[in-house]
């Protein structure tokens, strides 16, 4: 509440007594809060005997009055200045200087160090405050604070060293680094110069989870990680190549029960493998494939107990499809079986369906995913897919419908790109079964597409935003366009190479709902003209030839 609002308030008709305490501020505060008591009584009086009587007004002394209080409150109190700071680095190197001192004089004889211990996380404590002030942060650096506490976290006393962590926990707080842009810089610089990810690994290896505090330790470790990554993404690099990503698969193998650290490390991960190569191709060098896949079997029978838990699996499967994009890894998760598991949990349908869904798209897409495209129709998958092709499921169904048929479209797009052979010949006569059914359905998603699309083209021309072609495009991709792509580019395959009962059939359900052919061949042309760089130059040129065959022959 600021000053205006403070002099504006009325208050309650039922005035409460004010609390002794704060009545022995001054002399002139005593008086005035008496008379404030005595009209409280009086009013207390008049209640028994009236009606409410009308809320009273505040007057210009009474106006005075509260403004010099409320000066008098905002000035109170130690402001945490240069000054402050100094002495509070200061106290606290003295004391960490004199438990150093006392440990090597005394190493065997524990009631004589231990004082110097107790000043030390009294001090460690006091030093929290500078969290709060991170325009200060760069003279923290210039005193070499960081380096003594980054010390401290080997200290043979984990209480140490787990007060170190919180305190670094809270000064990496985004919310605080963002309030100071060159304090923030300073802090993570000197974190970063110093390997700090190597050495709060080697303090999270002595820390025993059984132990409340050294629990909240590990969770406060990874919240640092998460912190210094956020503010400078950069630094996942680092934090892997320091043992991070060795240290979450060795946390997510212990057979433990469920809780937030495990949840934690799922997150981490996930972060570490997001936009960085370099971590995607360390993790399957550390068979952390294998490792992910042991962890999601759990699911393929079982759904997750709680939405914590829930959560954690996302996390898993969003770091496999991570993973996925290294071409490296696709021939391990091909050897690891990811294939069959995948397949498994699409037909059992728990929660795990979602994710393994997200999974077998990316392991089937673009020029690396032939392998996999070959083993998944060698393994039944197509009996899988279709049926989810056929009809979005209802049930335990964590994807919005789009999201679903994006999926699901973009396996069956992925398989007639790269099956070959039997294989082929096998996917090509999915949409001859039962009447030609999987080609109304083609056309029915087409047609939805279509009008999706053309809401969004509607929606850019009224908004009259000042949108360069590229961004006009991205915007009609993320509206259904990517989708209708891949739609568009199965009718193409089927059309050409299946028998001519397919082009018959969707021939006449365009002329009966009022599409065409050119409209097809136009979207595809479109999508041919911008390819991504999923692969080399040379796949996107033969690819790009052979849409423009399939059109040309449509």
Not at 58 to 73: A, G, P
Not at 231 to 238: D, I, Q
Request: charged share 30%; aromatic share 6%; proline share 4%.
């Amino acid at each position: 509440m600021d000053v205006g609002e403070l002099l504006s308030f009325k208050p309650t008709p039922t005035p409460k007594r004010p609390n002794e305490d704060e009545l022995e501020d001054s002399d002139e505060e005593s008086v005035r809060s008496k008379k404030v008591r005595r009209r409280a009584v009086g009013a207390d009086f008049e209640r028994s005997a009236k009606s409410l009587p009308k809320e009273p007004t505040i007057t210009d002394k009474e106006r005075e009055d509260i403004l010099k209080f409320v000066e008098n409150v905002v000035t109170e109190g130690e402001v945490l200045d240069e000054t402050a700071v100094k002495k509070l680095v200061l106290n606290f190197e003295k004391k960490a200087l004199r438990n150093r001192e006392m440990r090597i004089k005394f190493p065997d004889q524990p009631e004589k160090f231990m004082d110097s211990e107790l000043d030390l996380y009294d001090a460690l404590q006091e030093l929290s405050a500078v969290a709060t002030v991170p325009d200060q942060y760069p003279l923290l650096v210039d005193l070499k604070c960081i380096n003594s506490l980054l010390e401290l976290l080997s200290h043979d006393n984990t209480d140490v060293s787990t007060k170190v962590v919180n305190l670094l926990q809270e000064l990496t707080d985004v919310d605080i680094l963002h309030e100071s842009e060159e304090g923030a810089e300073e802090l993570i610089n000197a974190l970063a110069d110093a390997e700090s990810p190597s050495l709060l690994l080697h303090n999270l290896s002595r820390l025993d989870e059984q132990v409340p505090d050294e629990r909240d330790a590990v969770h406060n470790t990874l919240g640092i990680v998460e912190n210094i990554t956020e503010f400078r993404p950069e630094l996942c690099v680092e934090v892997a190549k320091q043992g991070f990503i060795q240290w979450i698969l060795k946390r997510l193998k212990m057979k433990i029960p469920f809780d937030a650290n495990k949840l934690y490390a799922t997150e981490i991960l996930s972060i570490l493998l997001q936009n960085t190569p370099e971590n995607r191709k360390l993790l399957g060098e550390l068979d952390g494939i294998d490792v992910l896949l042991q962890q999601l079997a759990f699911y393929k029978r079982h759904d997750p107990s709680g939405p914590e838990e829930q959560e954690a699996m996302e996390n898993m499967f969003d770091s496999l499809c991570c993973a996925l994009m290294e071409p490296a890894n696709r021939d391990r998760f091909l050897r690891g079986e990811g294939l069959q598991l995948m397949n498994l949990m699409l037909r059992e349908k728990k929660m795990s369906r979602n994710g393994s869904l997200k999974v077998l798209d990316h392991a089937l897409a673009g020029p690396d995913g032939k392998d996999n495209c070959n083993k998944f129709v060698d393994i039944l998958g197509l009996r899988t897919v279709f049926p989810l092709f056929m009809k979005t499921p209802k049930r335990k169904r964590l994807l919005t419908v789009d999201q679903h048929e994006e999926h699901v479209v973009s396996i069956i797009s992925s398989m007639l790109q790269n099956c070959q052979g039997g294989q082929r010949q096998r996917l090509l006569a999915k949409f001859t079964e039962n009447d030609l059914e999987k080609v109304d359905r083609l056309l029915e998603l087409h047609f939805k597409y279509m009008d999706k699309v053309d809401r969004v083209e509607k929606d850019i021309e009224q908004e009259a935003e000042d949108l360069d072609d590229d961004a006009q495009y991205l915007k009609r991709l993320s509206g259904g366009l990517f989708t209708l792509q891949l739609i568009d580019r199965i009718i193409l395959e089927v059309c050409t190479a299946g028998p001519a009962s397919i082009k018959q059939r969707v021939q006449r359900v365009l002329s009966l709902r009022g599409g065409s052919l050119k409209i097809i061949r136009h979207v595809m042309r479109e999508y041919a003209g911008n390819l991504g760089d999923a692969g080399s130059e040379e796949w996107r040129q033969q690819e790009q030839q052979h849409i423009l065959q399939l059109v040309d022959k449509f």
